[in-house]
């Protein structure tokens, strides 16, 4: 009996693989595309049920796209920005930065925008919703808390963009729903630990040579916790809300604590490793330490802490508009 999943061998990352002139055309793209709407369909539900209505006015259905297209635009450039500077390791972009937005390799293949950072999306859509409201002179607070219905559900479809992909996958494990992703580091056949893993789960090795082993699929995990069970949370909690501001502090509470308790169980990047670490020599496929932090780890604390901070300001603002 096999203890492990193969990775479907219909998934690529192209919609339409094989097909020369429709080669542009990803599954990563597309869902990006689809978290845009969904997050855009919740932020129109939350609008209809008054929650930025103004004390005089109603809020028109324009101001919804203007809003979340701000966001948007300020969403990918943050992501890649900060992608291209806290995850590449090569400094090509410190030398040449106008490489951060040139979509094409040096050969002059059309490549996309290979590296987006999560934290910085959230870095930059928070500023770009911040600056729009300032310039319509609204509730900051209010709106964003309205935004915050909206996108855990869509940032679920990044997480399966990132599964089509068959990138950020997790480490090695036994678990009977271990996936072998193609793209994943291989080890020798030969090494003692390696035999030791194949018979547990059932795993027929070759006489030598690479080996391919079961991963969490961490991306899926991801796309659960911080997408479904986190929007359901806040979605509950939309209408009962004490204090605007409330529902942004659970988001960025409730993400860092998701994706720090994930990123135990998905690989960090191989030319990072550790940021912080027990021990310095400890291999990224498999957890071996608690104390072994990676660099998602390390930004999800300071999104915790800024989610606590955040809502203390809030609450105390509002107690004093309520004098």
Known sequence: MFLYLEYPTWIHPQIFPGIKFLSLFRWYGLM???AFLTAYSLLKKVWKEGALDAPSRKTPEDDLFSFIFI?????????????????????LYRTKPWLI????????KFTGFEGMSYHGGFIGGLLGMIIWCKRKKVSI????DAMSC??????????LGNFFNGELYGRITTMPWGIRFPRAEAFSATLTWVQEFAAKIGLQLPASGLVNLPRHPSQLYEAFFEGIVLWLIIWFVRKHKKFDGML?????GGYGFFRFCIEYFREPDADLGYRIAKDASAPIYTNTSLLNFSTGQILCFFMMLFAIIYAIVCWRLSKQKAK
């Open 248 to 252: 942004t502090a659970i988001y960025a």
């Open 71 to 91: 966001g948007i635009i300020f969403l990918l450039i943050g992501a890649r920005i900060f992608s291209t500077l806290i995850y590449d390791t090569s400094g």
């Open 101 to 108: 937005f040139w979509p094409f390799n040096a050969a002059g």
């Open 150 to 159: 909206g996108v855990p559900l869509g940032f679920t479809f990044g997480r």
């Open 32 to 34: 990006y595309v689809f």
């Open 141 to 144: 607070r209010k709106w964003v």
